[in-house]
């Protein structure tokens, strides 16, 4: 897989021990861990709508989402928002992520706003894991520390601020 191709040789003169099979299980056990622990967003059962999601994000993003649908893939002008609203222009909506066209664009506002954050925090972990690993560490104390750092008292106080939640995990 695709494992195989990190740069294992971060320490000059150190080689990691491949064990792909162990590395395969841990990506994809970090991936899936926040789905899981918010099993109830995963699942529609529930909704990120607290701080700023309440305030900001989700009367941006449902307006963003409904312009896609129109077809309009950079949303320049929201009328409909306060005596007009320059929406492309707001950094924070991401129209441009990566995720956000397809996640806004075909799913339901709840829906793509949990998995916005979910996608986010998987990624945030899946990176440090592979971080770690790059920096030789064993598989344990990479999943430990990938954990520990996606789920720690950075990122979940910052579930509520997802451009600095989508930022960080790309950081």
Do not use: C
């Amino acid at each position: 897989g695709f494992v195989a191709h990190l740069p294992w040789r971060a320490v000059p003169g150190k080689t990691a021990p491949r064990n792909d099979k162990v590395d395969t299980i841990a990506i994809v056990a970090l991936a899936l861990t926040p789905f899981i622990y918010f099993w109830q967003a995963t699942l529609r059962q529930a909704v990120f709508f607290f701080g700023d999601i309440l305030l900001f994000f989700y009367p941006t993003h449902l307006a963003y989402a409904d312009a896609l649908r129109q077809g309009r893939f950079l949303p320049l002008w929201e009328p409909r928002m306060f005596a007009g609203f320059p929406l492309h222009a707001e950094g924070q909506i991401a129209g441009l992520y990566p995720t956000h066209p397809f996640l806004y664009g075909l799913l339901p506002i709840d829906v793509a706003t949990n998995y916005d954050i979910l996608i986010n925090l998987a990624w945030v972990m899946v990176g440090m894991y592979l971080f770690l690993r790059a920096l030789n560490l064993q598989p344990p104390s990479a999943f430990l520390g990938a954990l520990s750092f996606g789920a720690g008292g950075f990122f979940m106080p910052r579930l509520q601020h997802m451009s600095v939640l989508a930022t960080a995990s790309w950081l």
